[in-house]
């Protein structure tokens, strides 16, 4: 079956670092792959997808490339700030299905501290 | 656009008691999910409506969670017997039915604790 594998928090950073979030997924068919982001007591908020080979996702500095033959979706940010702290999630959409459901990884925890 | 809206935020029960969650999705999405995120994990898909059919019910969905969604616009969620592992976050999300790649937009949760 379908599955996303993310590198496993937590991740600790200063601001104005570089961040990177490995993600890399097992899917039947051609997926359309998702970053959400979840800040605390709130519900998933879409950062950015892409849904197709060499397409690449942007938002708010944010930036994520469909990488087919690695089977990775790996999300970046240049210079994080303290704002930027939640919970990151990378999941699939597999489009040879007949419900669309999501399918998510277990979740990144990043704090960015001052 | 006002949003997928959730009530109750958040739910405290006893052990046996019967529960019941309302979704309002955005109004033009005919399409509408359910997940259960517990602590640590990233969401599990429960089921899912077009319009007002319920298309699919993972196997996550045991005998005792029923959903609906009887007019094609809000949907409830019930569980009946509630039991410890019960407790989690239950996510509503809803999406346009235009082609594969729609984004789907959720709600804050409902937060089920289970005593």
């Known amino acids: 079956g379908d599955s996303v594998t993310q590198m496993e928090g937590p991740v600790t950073l200063s601001e104005e670092a570089f961040l990177t979030i490995n993600c890399t997924y097992t899917?039947?068919?051609?997926?359309?792959l998702f970053w959400y982001v979840q800040y605390p007591g709130e519900g998933l908020q879409l950062l950015l997808k892409a849904t197709k080979a060499d397409d690449k996702g942007s938002n708010k500095g944010f930036e994520a490339t469909y990488r087919k033959e690695t089977t990775s979706f790996h999300l970046e940010k240049g210079s994080v700030q303290v704002s930027d702290s939640a919970v990151y999630f990378c999941?699939?959409?597999?489009?040879?299905?007949?419900?669309?459901?999501?399918?998510f990884g277990k979740g990144t925890l990043l704090t960015v501290n001052p | 656009d006002t949003g997928v809206s959730q009530d109750p935020r958040h739910k405290i029960t006893k052990r046996g008691q019967n529960v019941t969650f309302r979704c309002d999705p955005i109004s033009e999405h005919n399409r509408l999910y359910w997940y259960r995120q517990t602590l640590g994990q990233g969401p599990e898909f429960l089921t899912y409506?077009?319009?007002?059919?319920?298309?699919?019910k993972s196997r996550l969905l045991s005998d005792r969670f029923s959903a609906e969604r009887p007019k094609g616009s809000f949907s409830t969620l019930e569980i009946q017997r509630t039991e410890q592992g019960d407790s989690a976050m239950y996510l509503c999300?809803?999406?346009?039915?235009?082609?594969?790649?729609?984004?789907?937009?959720f709600g804050d949760g409902t937060r089920l604790s289970i005593l």
């Open positions: 409506f077009q319009n007002e059919a319920q298309l699919e």
């Open positions: 999941a699939l959409q597999n489009s040879g299905g007949s419900n669309y459901k999501l399918t």
């Open positions: 999300a809803s999406s346009l039915a235009q082609g594969p790649n729609q984004p789907q937009h």
């Open positions: 899917a039947t068919g051609y997926p359309s």
